[in-house]
Each structure stands twice: as structure tokens, then as C-alpha cells.
């Protein structure tokens, strides 16, 4: 049993070894960069930078303690040999590297630009920086965020031709919604489900062809 228990623990400070003197950049083709890292600069309230990444199309390799790609050490630590069995295995439980991609770059400038437009900033501005080291053979992106001032909601009207409906919306209507709230469009969209919900219970049903939520803003 402690033979067993030793051969394993060998096994794994050889794999480990053998990951720590293998290049990260192994598998990146010529003029192609693999990308080390992404930050995204921006000082919105209530918004995770962190949060924001979950939104690009590309993110670095995963990393152990914050800085060791280990995923990546095991792709680079198989050989080019896919019909041996122990290639075949760091492959499989390994990572391939993330090639930097231009064109993914600017999709994500797009998306941050979607997602901080919903939280109220209809004038943000999302910009890209691309760092590259020729000889490394690694890019670094960061996105810059300038928010702007936030719009405000200043005012809603509901309008349905059911006067009935209208009239059992509009008993609920203010219960929930302030004035001068950020002007955030997920919600928007979860109060017109809440309310059609709401008219649901009370016998009344209502088509979306049949009601509209009009907003008035202010900045």
C-alpha cells in the first residue's frame, strides 16, 4: 500500500516537473500570440469587474492561485504523438492555449458596451488596448471603460386597451417602481413579466400585442 501511495506521489512530481519546464507558448503557431492576460478598467458603482470577463468572447487559459495556468502545462506537456497513450491523457486533461483573437477583441467591446448601456450609462464609451510581445510570443488586452453620467428613470405610463386590465395594473403599478431609479432595462423587462403575472391572478389575460411600457428619462 505505501509502495502504491509512493509510486503515485513520484508520478505527480514528475507530471509537475515536466509541466514547470514546458514553454506556455509550445502550441501557439508562428505570429500567433497566446493571451496572457485581460483587465478591464472601469469605476461603475454596483458593477464587478470581474463580473464583466463572464461577458467577453475570450479569456486567458484557467489559472491555479491565481497565476499558474496548470491546464495549459498539461496540454504543452504531451507530445505530438496523439497515438500514445500518455499524450492522450495530458490532452485530455489538459487546456489548449488561447490564441488572441482581433476580431473576438472587438465582439468584446460590443458586449460591454450592451451590458453598461443596461445599467443606465446610454453614452459609455468601451475601448480596447492590445499589448503584444514579439518575443514571448504573448498579447495582453485591456478594456477601458468610460461610463459617462447615468440616466435616470423620470417617468412610465401604461397603456392597454383594456380598461379593466389597465385598471387592475395600475392598482399595482406604484408599488414597486420609484422614481429616479437607474435606469436599468433587465428590470424594465422583469416588472412588465411581474405585472402580466400579476394580471394573470386576478382572472385577466393579456396579450403582448395588446400592451406597451413606454418610459420617459432624464440625465
Not at 31 to 56: G, R
Not at 185 to 214: D, H, P, Q, V, W
Request: aromatic share 12%; hydrophobic share 35%; net charge positive.
Amino acid at each position: 500500500m505505501k509502495l502504491k501511495k509512493s509510486f503515485y506521489y513520484i508520478f505527480f512530481i514528475v507530471i509537475l516537473s515536466t509541466i514547470s519546464s514546458c514553454s506556455t507558448t509550445k502550441y501557439v503557431p508562428k505570429d500567433q500570440y497566446l493571451l496572457k492576460t485581460v483587465k478591464i478598467k472601469a469605476a461603475i458603482p454596483d458593477v464587478n469587474n470581474e463580473e464583466l470577463k463572464s461577458y467577453l468572447r475570450q479569456t486567458p487559459n484557467n489559472t491555479v492561485l491565481g497565476f499558474w495556468p496548470i491546464k495549459l502545462g498539461f496540454y504543452n506537456a504531451a507530445g505530438e504523438d496523439s497515438t500514445k497513450w500518455r499524450n492522450q491523457w495530458l490532452r485530455r486533461i489538459g487546456e489548449p492555449p488561447v490564441i488572441y483573437d482581433s476580431l473576438k477583441t472587438i465582439y468584446g467591446c460590443d458586449e460591454l458596451q450592451k451590458v453598461i448601456f443596461n445599467k443606465g450609462y446610454l453614452n459609455a464609451e468601451v475601448t480596447s488596448k492590445v499589448a503584444k510581445n514579439e518575443k514571448k510570443k504573448h498579447a495582453k488586452v485591456t478594456y477601458t471603460i468610460e461610463e459617462g453620467e447615468p440616466y435616470r428613470l423620470r417617468n412610465y405610463f401604461i397603456t392597454i386597451p383594456d380598461s379593466l386590465a389597465l385598471k387592475t395594473i395600475n392598482q399595482r403599478a406604484n408599488l414597486s417602481l420609484n422614481q429616479a431609479i437607474y435606469l436599468i432595462l433587465t428590470a424594465l423587462m422583469k416588472r412588465e413579466s411581474k405585472l402580466l403575472r400579476f394580471c394573470a391572478t386576478k382572472g385577466t389575460i393579456i396579450s403582448a400585442k395588446n400592451y406597451c411600457f413606454s418610459t420617459s428619462i432624464v440625465h
